[in-house]
C-alpha cells in the first residue's frame, strides 16, 4: 500500500497547480492568438467588403475611382481587376447584346450617356471626354506601362498626378465583340469608355491604351462591350 507523507502531499498539490496554471496559461495565449488572428483577418476584408463605395484619387482636378466597375451599381474587388464590359449608355450589362439588337434599341440614339442609364455607383458617373483629357495632359500627369507581382503578362497603365503623386492603375482589360461576345484583345489593349458621343448613333469616344505604350483617346463602336472606370460627381 502506497502512503503519501504531507510534505509530499503538498508538494503534490503544488505541481498540479503549477499545471493546472500551465495550461490555463496556454489555452490563454491559443485563444488571444485564435481572437487577433480572426480581427486581423475581419479587418483585411474589410478592404474589399464594400463594392458599392471607392475612396478614390484626385488626378489633375478629377476624382477618379480606384476599380473598374463590375456590374451595375458596384465596383470590382481590387484595382487589378478587370471588372466587367458595357456597351455604351447601356446601364445593365447582363445582357449583352449583339451589334444588330443593340443599334435597333434607342440606346445608341443619344449624344451623351444618360444619367438614367448611368452603371456607375451613387456618387460616381461615367467620365467625359475633357475628363479623360485631362488625364492625358503630359503636363500635369505622367503615365507608364507597367506590370505587377512579375507577371510580365499582365500589363497595367499607372497615371500619377505630378504635382500630389496621386496615382491609379487601368488594366490592359481587352473588350467584348459586339459580333460573337468574345473577349479580344486581353493584356494587349485597355479601352474604357467616356460618356461623350463621336459620331451621331454610331461610335463614342473612349480612353484607349496599348501594350505597346500607346496612349490617346479614341472612338468605337457603341455596340463594343469595353471597360468603365467611374469619376466623382
Known amino acids: 500500500m502506497f502512503f503519501l507523507t504531507l510534505t509530499g502531499f503538498k508538494t503534490l498539490l ?6 493546472i496554471y500551465t ?35 484626385v488626378i489633375n482636378g478629377v476624382k477618379w475611382a480606384t476599380r473598374n466597375l463590375e456590374s451595375t451599381g458596384t465596383f470590382a474587388d481590387k484595382p487589378t481587376y478587370y471588372g466587367r464590359y458595357f456597351q455604351w449608355n447601356k446601364k445593365n ?14 440606346f445608341p440614339n443619344v449624344t451623351s450617356w444618360l444619367s438614367a442609364n448611368d452603371p456607375c455607383p451613387k456618387g460616381w458617373r461615367v467620365p467625359t471626354l475633357e475628363e479623360m483629357k485631362k488625364l492625358l495632359d503630359i503636363n500635369k500627369v505622367t503615365n507608364e506601362r ?3 507581382e512579375g507577371n510580365i503578362l499582365h500589363y497595367f497603365y499607372k497615371f500619377t498626378d505630378k504635382t500630389s503623386g496621386n496615382n491609379i492603375l487601368m488594366s490592359c482589360a481587352g473588350f467584348l465583340n459586339d459580333n460573337d461576345s468574345i473577349l ?29 505604350g500607346t496612349v490617346e483617346t479614341f472612338a468605337d463602336y457603341k455596340a463594343v462591350g469595353l471597360s468603365v472606370r467611374c469619376v466623382a460627381e
Open 184 to 212: 479580344y484583345g486581353s493584356e494587349q489593349v485597355g479601352l474604357y469608355w467616356s460618356s461623350t458621343e463621336y459620331s451621331v448613333r454610331e461610335a463614342a469616344y473612349c480612353l484607349r491604351f496599348l501594350a505597346s
Open 14 to 19: 503544488e505541481i498540479n497547480k503549477l499545471k
Open 146 to 148: 507597367i506590370t505587377l
Open 93 to 106: 450589362n447582363d445582357n449583352f447584346m449583339s451589334f444588330d439588337e443593340y443599334f435597333a434599341s434607342n
Open 23 to 57: 495550461d490555463m496559461k496556454t489555452k490563454l495565449f491559443f485563444s488571444v492568438a485564435i481572437l487577433a488572428a480572426l480581427l486581423f483577418t475581419a479587418c483585411e476584408s474589410k478592404e474589399v467588403i464594400s463594392k458599392t463605395t471607392d475612396k478614390g484619387v
